[in-house]
């Protein structure tokens, strides 16, 4: 029996094309797809520290994955850069519901005998708050790593994304397994590559 063709991978893979920031000067551009490796990576290691430090039961590979798909709504949607998604309620509101919609479409591109599986990784309102909330923590880390990044170039373009994350970093910092993160992992992703390969 001949399965019927499904587009779910052919939009995944657009993912490179999709370029974060669309309405800001970029030194170093960044794509959805990088994002969302960079998200899955920070989300799993916070996971690790979770459990092996503080006293948590999280899968880290779960929200290695579930960060994976995060985005997967702007396959369909592009990037919104926050200033117009957030710059009034209704807009706000309006933009939830097409990004709704927008997974569901994703999910239904899959054959209909593995959306099951699926569900839970790419219809965000489905994702355990839990692991909603790690992600969530990875990817703020990840956005602001981003915009420092691009003022070590000197582009003020990121000043006030700084400014707006710094306030969100320190509420973060709640979580226990995000203040060991900050205090270990921050301070070298700056740093040059000849300090990194520096003897110890």
């Given at each position: ?48 520290i979770k ?59 899959l054959p ?88 110890a």
């Open positions: 029996m001949t399965a019927p063709s499904s587009t779910f991978l052919a939009w995944l893979f657009r993912m490179p094309l999709i370029r974060r920031w669309s309405l800001m000067y970029c030194v170093k551009p960044e794509n959805v797809a990088e994002h969302s490796h960079q998200v899955a990576i920070v989300a799993h290691l916070l996971a690790v459990n092996r430090l503080f006293d948590g039961d999280l899968n880290p590979d779960r929200a290695a994955t579930l960060a994976l798909y995060h985005e997967c709504s702007e396959t369909r949607l592009g990037d919104i850069v926050s200033p117009v998604k957030y710059s009034n309620a209704q807009i706000t509101s309006e933009f939830k519901k097409l990004e709704a919609a927008a997974e569901q479409h994703c999910l239904e591109s209909e005998a593995l959306r099951e599986d699926f569900a839970e990784l790419l219809v965000q309102n489905n994702v355990a708050p839990e692991y909603a909330a790690l992600v969530k923590a990875a990817d703020v880390i990840c956005a602001y790593l981003k915009a420092k990044e691009e003022l070590a170039h000197h582009n003020h373009e990121f000043s006030h994304v700084v400014e707006k994350l710094e306030p969100k970093l320190e509420t973060l910092r709640e979580r226990p397994e995000v203040a060991y993160f900050l205090d270990v992992f921050m301070a070298s992703c700056g740093a040059t590559l000849d300090s990194l390969a520096a003897p």
